[in-house]
Each structure stands twice: as C-alpha cells, then as structure tokens.
C-alpha cells in the first residue's frame, strides 16, 4: 500500500527540550491513523512539522509523494490541518469565512459556493445565519474549523486533538464527516490522548513519548489483545497507586 504521508527522521528542539527525537513513520493512503501520546509527547510539534508549519531541526517530510522541506507550499496544497483551537476570523460568518478561504487558495467562487453550502449542511451548520464566529460554541467552531480544512478537496487531512471538550453530538458530526471524507479516499490522521476514540476510529496508529516511538502499528498489534488504555499507560509509564496512598480520602472522620 502506498503512503500518503511519512517522517523520516524528524528532530526538533526547543532550547535545552528535544521535543521531537528522531521520528519516523509510514502512514497507508486512505487510511484513519492515529498518533497517541501523553500531554507534551511531542504530537503537535511532529503535526506541524508534517504539514509544514514549523521547520525541522533535522530530517524531512513528504506529504502525498511531496517532500515537505525546504518549500513547504506544494504539499501545503495537498493537505488540510485542523488545529486543536481552529485559527478563525470570528467577525465574519460561517460562509464568509469558507468564501475568504476559498479566495486565499485561489479556487473558483462558484466552486466554492458550492462546495460551501454542502459542508454547512453535512456539518449541521447551515441554519446559523448571520451569527458571527465569535458567537460559536467550541463544537461550532471545530466544525467550521473541519470545513475550511476540507474546503480545497485535500489529499490527506490532518487533525490535532479534534474532538477535545466535544459533547457527543459534535463529536458524532465530526466523526461522520471524516469517515465520508475516508470513504471518498481521503487520509485521515489525528492526534490525540484519548484512547476510546483512537480504538474505536483508528486502522493504525502510533504512540509517542518524550518525542520518540513507542510503539507503531494496528490497534490490535499496539493494545497486545488488552484494552487500549491499558496498553497505553503501560508504555508511556503510568504510575500504579500503591496500597495505602491516599487512603484518607475514603475516611469518614474528616
């Protein structure tokens, strides 16, 4: 199976932190692949180093046959990311902010329009109106923040922690909307800490800490026939309570 995005030896370091060490990874097109890691494993700074928003210390890219690095523009017009707080001009609209995000790819208006009104609709946004962006919820906003990513018909679609503080509803919108963009043969890769949704989403994934593979591969091969959030904690190095801790919280004299 062909990749539709890899790592080859990704470094990167904030002053004395190597928040990226050395990773590597072969994600399959067409597939829902999962990067999983504690909080400050290093998932947004790899993210971002693979759709070309933060440049590398060290190894490259490439991003539907692209190499990312040192021009990053070619794959960036392959690729839709969704950040974990989506980057919005909240005094416009839901249509007027896919109209300016079709004008700054330079894509068709009538493409656009078109394109516009059917993601509000899959994405239960249709009926919002004029209400400003800055009035959304935080599901209204992912949503948006999923359309403009989808809006250039992206090869592969990037996500960091996207269904983040959703109640069940959003997420299932989300959800249903990546699963038809998969089934139309896009890549969907994302990152997160929650493992539910990682097992219950993913074909693959990768888990990450201290910027370094931990483990790589399907949901099956990864969890070793246990729960996912056991084998998970297991790797990262989760700390079991001993007997006795805390075992004031249990006792009734106050």
């Known amino acids: ?21 050395g990773i590597d990874l072969a994600i399959p097109r067409g597939t829902f692949y999962g990067i999983a890691g504690p909080n400050g494993a290093g998932k947004s700074t790899t993210l971002r180093m693979l759709t070309g928003l933060l440049r590398p210390d060290e190894g490259n890219a490439v991003l539907d046959g692209v190499p990312v690095w040192p021009d990053p523009l070619p794959a960036k017009a392959r690729v839709g990311f969704v950040p974990d707080n989506p980057v919005l001009f909240d005094r416009l609209t839901a249509p007027e902010m896919l109209e300016y995000a079709g004008m700054l790819r330079g894509m068709d208006p009538d493409v656009v329009a078109t394109r516009s009104a059917e993601l509000l609709r899959v994405l239960d946004l249709a009926d919002v109106g004029e209400k400003l962006i800055a009035d959304f919820s935080l599901g209204m906003i992912k949503r948006i923040g999923l359309a403009v990513a989808l809006l250039h018909s992206p090869r592969v679609l990037v996500l960091d922690e996207p269904f983040g503080a959703l109640d069940p509803v959003n997420t299932q ?3 249903d909307m990546l699963q038809l963009y998969r089934r139309g043969g896009g890549t969907v890769v994302f990152a997160s800490h929650v493992m539910d949704v990682v097992q219950r989403l993913c074909d693959r994934l990768v888990v990450i800490g201290g910027g370094r593979v931990l483990a790589e591969g399907t949901v099956a091969e990864v969890s070793g026939g246990r729960n996912l959030q056991d084998a998970f904690v297991d790797l990262v190095g989760g700390r079991d309570l001993e007997e006795g801790e805390l075992s004031w919280l249990s006792s009734s004299s106050g």
């Open 173 to 175: 919108v989300m959800e």
């Open 1 to 21: 199976m062909s990749t539709a995005l890899e790592a080859h030896g990704l470094v990167k370091a904030f002053g004395d932190l190597r928040a990226v060490d």
